[in-house]
T-cell receptor, first 112, second 112 residues
Framework: DTGVSQDPRHKITKRGQNVTFRCDPI?????LYWYRQTLGQGPEFLTY????????KSRLLSDRFSAERPKGSFSTLEIQRTEQGDSAMYLC??????????FGPGTRLTVT | GESVGLHLPTLSVQEGDNSIINCAYS??????FIWYKQESGKGPQFIID?????DKRQGQRVTVLLNKTVKHLSLQIAATQPGDSAVYFC???????????FGKGTTLSVSS
């Protein structure tokens, strides 16, 4: 499979726990984006990387959210001390030239 | 603020009809637009894109029209099929390579 992959596909956690999601972009894509999508809404941008540099993180929802892309390949998104309001689909996308962004299948987070 | 909206939340058509999904954008500086299709439980799927120096672009069974004067974007699907049933989002990119801004989406239902 040469598309964007995300793991896990589903995550159920209890409020207050930390969770980490992984995204593997399309090979050769140097830009990687994280979005969040709640029911009935379009994806909402969180942060993005060019290679290993995080170029925009002001849209991260709070300081409980952080993302890394240490070697410029896969990326992780961590949410600390999860809250029920964090329940959503977390989407990853990648692009090569910065235009076409291709999305992965998403990680569905449920906080109980 | 910056936002992308869609005119209709739902659209129902018969198989074989042509479908037109509309979108209004607010940022006149946006120079790149994408249409995505999202099926239930999946990530958005890239359909077609257009840059601001064009007013029309055609793909396989799909056409995107851009009217910069009134900041309007549309997606035309020819000979709509049941497999086209999904939520369609338009997205704008105010600056190449950065965040996409999505609207709320139009749910297309195709009956046979």
């Amino acid at each position: 499979d040469t598309g964007v992959s995300q793991d896990p596909r589903h995550k159920i956690t209890k409020r207050g726990q930390n969770v980490t999601f992984r995204c593997d972009p399309i090979s050769e894509h140097n830009r990687l984006y994280w979005y969040r999508q709640t029911l009935g809404q379009g994806p909402e941008f969180l942060t993005y990387f060019q290679n290993e540099a995080q170029l925009e993180k002001s849209r991260l929802l709070s300081d409980r959210f952080s993302a890394e892309r240490p070697k410029g390949s896969f990326s992780t998104l961590e949410i600390q001390r999860t809250e029920q309001g964090d329940s959503a689909m977390y989407l990853c996308a990648s692009s090569y030239r910065g235009y076409e962004q291709y999305f992965g299948p998403g990680t569905r987070l449920t906080v109980t | 603020g910056e936002s992308v909206g869609l005119h209709l939340p739902t659209l129902s058509v018969q198989e074989g009809d042509n479908s037109i999904i509309n979108c209004a954008y607010s940022n006149s500086a946006s120079d790149y637009f994408i249409w995505y299709k999202q099926e239930s439980g999946k990530g958005p799927q890239f359909i077609i894109d257009i840059r601001s120096n064009m007013d029309k672009r055609q793909g396989q069974r799909v056409t995107v029209l851009l009217n910069k004067t009134v900041k309007h974007l549309s997606l035309q699907i020819a000979a709509t099929q049941p497999g086209d049933s999904a939520v369609y989002f338009c997205a704008e990119n105010p600056q190449a390579g950065t965040a996409l801004i999505f609207g709320k989406g139009t749910t297309l239902s195709v009956s046979s």
